[in-house]
């Protein structure tokens, strides 16, 4: 089962979890990131490509359907406005055995970083600037996969 | 063509898409950006810096000297930084 | 922050995930381990070392704890008799970076799989059976520690 | 001493805590399961194998050959299937 939700509405953990483990599984592995005010963040602002936002989650998960023995993946992103606080990506993998779902979880948010079309404006204040790409999250990325994606 | 903008690059050129027709000699997507830049001051300071720039061709990602083919939709946009 | 408990009640994911977002962390790595019912087990009951069981588990999360960035450590773990689908375990991490977060939850369950004192009884119909130890857990164990436990 | 059974062993020997005085020979952990092996038909077959017994003394994991010492509190177990 793969389900793949790109929305402005808050993440309910619970239900997107509830949701994974009925598949039966032994093992379920979850990834949240969440909004960081630590550095005088006010707000976080995503924008995504529609359409194609889908459709680049609904590959990595398929990916990691066919590399592990997954029962499902689950990956939900939040867009617009965002406070500290507030959950930014959920990822949840199942499967019969934690190794499979510990490591598809792990896969996916590095390979989410790189390789799904999301941009981050942060909010200190009255100023507003859209976020550098991190150079570790192409390595991070790359140490799943032979063929990188551009960096 | 359609063309979509994205973060920096579109607000910078002031529009998240526009429709264009570019001539025959702009064969790939690093020669429709650097075509794009004669359009408009926003245009020019969103698209100068080829290095700082990513595509994507029919919503997949691309490398810039990817020939643009019979595309129909053509992304620009900064890096990006999802998750 | 560190938090362990072993219980017999079910173990309540929300509330628990809710606790380690409370820190502030940019990043919360989950695992649960689910009571699977796919090869006839109908029952399975945990049974555990009072005493040993809490303080195994409070020294795993300061082991993680001082080898990663961690903001918490949570470890939960359900005892008595359960049936298929019912969690068994959960631990959660969270850091302000996901690398920490997840590798220290591999770590965990890993680590809990070899160095805390529970033991599993299976139920099919009629029939009781210990569960046995299985060898891969002590190579999982094992690659994060020089010195492995006893197996 | 006192002595906890977990798992089968506690199953075999019938009861999962009991107070022991061992002799002074007792020295190691293995040297008290062997020792234990005479006190009942129960206890010879939980504590017969050696190889299929884990323990921990005053409440840590140690391997079978540890020494006694001042122990207070001594588990014997089959090794640990949680999580």
Do not use: N
């Amino acid at each position: 089962m793969i389900r793949v939700s790109v929305d402005h509405a808050p993440i309910d953990i619970g239900t997107e979890l509830a949701g994974v483990e009925e598949t039966g599984a032994g093992a379920v592995a979850s990834f949240t990131g969440i909004v960081r005010g630590d550095d005088g963040v006010t707000c976080l602002e995503l924008e995504h490509y529609p359409g194609m936002t889908e459709s680049a989650l609904c590959d990595l998960a398929e990916q990691a359907l066919a590399r592990w023995s997954l029962l499902s993946a689950v990956i939900v992103h939040r867009v617009g406005p965002m406070t500290p606080g507030d959950r930014v990506v959920f990822i949840a993998t199942a499967a019969s055995h934690r190794q499979a779902a510990l490591e598809a979880c792990a896969y996916l948010i590095d390979r989410l970083k790189t390789d799904a079309p999301f941009w981050k404006r942060e909010q200190r204040g009255e100023a507003a600037s859209w976020v550098d790409a991190r150079p570790g999250d192409h390595q991070a990325a790359a140490r799943w996969t032979a063929q990188s994606a551009p960096d | 063509m359609k063309l979509l903008y994205f973060a920096w690059v579109r607000e910078r050129i002031g529009a998240g898409e526009e429709q264009v027709d570019p001539p025959e000699a702009v064969r790939t997507v690093a020669d429709l950006a650097e075509w794009l830049r004669g359009r408009s001051a926003g245009h020019d300071e969103a698209l100068a810096d080829l290095t700082k720039l990513r595509a994507a061709v029919d919503q997949r990602f691309v490398p810039l000297d990817t020939p643009l083919g019979a595309a129909k939709e053509v992304a620009l946009f900064p890096p990006v930084t999802g998750g």
